[in-house]
């Protein structure tokens, strides 16, 4: 039963240097987000997608890139990390419509 | 955008009350409450719905008042384990856009 998978749990990256999280639902939803949360702060949409083969962006998308792979996955990618990507990035996922939001367990990025 | 949540932060005892509003400039159909304990994740804790009905925890309840776009959730008789940030969350209808509320941080002391 495992959710929602988020990889990796921790990073560190240097300013310039690119990376990609990744994340995995098994719960069959279509809807699936990113967020980042900065310390003290709520939590803040940065792409969704509501179906395989669509994104868009949320509210705070400069910066990032996101693929959807498949149903199933959803990475979301730094081309070039900045210190003001320093955050705690969940990935989440939902049924579309009425549905919860069930959450990975995090990736905490620095970028120094 | 996001739904403004009233009070920002909140300390209790042992065995207060507690009412955390959730304000939407959009119309909801739906709200979603979520705890969040530190260095976690967040975790549901229930659903309103038009209608009113709701599904959810024992010792906590909410209301969805869909005219003034607003949701409140009220914790009777808090715990120490009732301690994190609370978040109010809804899909923006027609959009697919799932975003939060600006959070509640409750603290409940012994």
């Known amino acids: 039963n495992a959710g929602v998978t988020q990889t990796p749990k921790f990073q560190v990256l240097k300013t310039g240097q690119s990376m990609t999280l990744q994340c995995a639902q098994d719960?069959?939803?279509?809807?699936m987000y990113w967020y980042r949360q900065d310390p003290g702060m709520g939590l803040r949409l940065i792409y969704y997608?509501?179906?395989?083969?669509?994104?868009d962006k949320g509210e705070v998308p400069n910066g990032y890139n996101v693929s959807r792979l498949n149903k199933r996955e959803f990475s979301l990618r730094l081309e070039s990390a900045a210190p003001s990507q320093t955050s705690v990035y969940f990935c989440?996922?939902?049924?579309?419509?009425?549905?919860?939001?069930?959450f990975g367990q995090g990736t905490r990025l620095t970028v120094v | 955008q996001q739904p403004v949540q009233s009070p920002q932060a909140v300390i209790l005892r042992e065995g207060e009350d507690a009412v955390i509003n959730c304000s939407s400039s959009?119309?909801?159909?739906?709200v979603h409450w979520y705890r969040q304990k530190h260095g976690e994740a967040p975790v549901f804790l229930m659903i309103l719905l038009k209608g009113g009905e709701q599904k959810g925890h024992e010792k906590i309840s909410a209301s969805f008042n869909e005219k003034k776009q607003q949701s409140s959730l009220y914790l009777t008789a808090s715990q120490l384990s009732y301690s994190g940030t609370y978040f109010c969350?809804?899909?923006?209808?027609?959009?697919?856009?799932?975003?939060f509320g600006t959070g509640t941080r409750l603290k409940v002391l012994a």
């Open positions: 997608s509501a179906s395989e083969g669509t994104t």
């Open positions: 969350g809804t899909e923006i209808p027609g959009t697919y856009k799932y975003i």
């Open positions: 719960m069959n939803h279509n809807s």
């Open positions: 989440a996922s939902s049924n579309t419509g009425m549905g919860e939001a069930f």
């Open positions: 959009k119309a909801l159909y739906s």
